[in-house]
């Protein structure tokens, strides 16, 4: 049998009231701008009056400018845009931190007036975008009057969707001539006729044909 001794200990605890963590969350599409979420500030003071006209200013998480915030003067709501598109693949979610704090408090000579800063979560959605290609344009020099079927160059395209499982397709928009064909798999141009340097869909030595890559989503994207 143990004897167990106790002492009485006061613990104090200091109970901090945290200051009002005020969120926000977004969700915006890649590659889009505009007003993505508007901020609610909850201010006593008389409207109408710079006192209450609250400016907002972005303090942190927006190290490439992509976005702005401004007051909305009718309901002193604060606009987050997106001015910058954003890429999902790149970063799919951002954390701004706010502020807000009175209009007159920057006036000059002034003290600054308390403020606060709202914390906004904003995810990035995915949306499908089209293969690329590189190079563009694709420089090629190649003899006239070559045997119709003659390998003329290989087309490289990638798709900024690598998060998501899509091949890419190659056909020919535009072949004014009807001299060259693609392989829809590998990219691979050869010609389908006789290329002529006097042809009037020549001009200065050159023949410019169009293709396009498209990716294999059930909408696909160019
Ligand atoms: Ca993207
Ligand atoms: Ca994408
Ligand atoms: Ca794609």
Not at 66 to 73: C, M
Not at 125 to 132: F, H, I, M, R, S
Not at 170 to 175: A, G, I, K, M
Request: aromatic share 10%.
């Amino acid at each position: 049998m143990c004897d167990y001794h106790f002492h009485n200990a006061a613990v104090i605890l200091k109970v901090l009231f945290p200051t009002k963590c005020v969120c926000f969350q977004a969700s915006v599409d890649e590659g889009s701008t505009g007003v993505v979420v508007n901020l609610t500030v909850d201010d006593r003071d008389d409207p109408a009056t710079g006192a209450w006209r609250s400016v907002y200013s972005i303090i942190n998480g927006d190290p490439n400018q992509s976005f702005e915030i401004h007051t909305n003067p009718d309901n002193n709501e604060g606009m987050l845009s997106v001015v910058k598109p954003l890429d999902y693949e790149n970063t799919m979610f951002h954390t701004l931190l706010i502020k807000v704090e009175n209009e007159d408090s920057l006036v000059p000579g002034v003290v600054y007036g308390p403020s606060s800063t709202a914390t906004v979560y904003i995810s990035v959605q995915d949306v499908n975008e089209g293969p690329v290609f590189f190079p563009d344009p694709l420089m090629v020099t190649k003899w006239e009057n070559i045997p119709a079927g003659s390998f003329v160059a290989i087309l490289n395209a990638t798709d900024p969707d690598y998060l998501q499982v899509q091949s890419i397709r190659f056909s020919v928009l535009r072949d004014p001539a009807g001299w060259l064909s693609v392989n829809p798999v590998k990219g691979s141009v050869n010609t389908t006729g006789t290329l002529d340097r006097e042809s009037p869909h020549v001009h200065n030595n050159r023949y410019s044909a169009l293709f396009i890559a498209s990716d294999n989503d059930y909408v696909p994207s160019l």
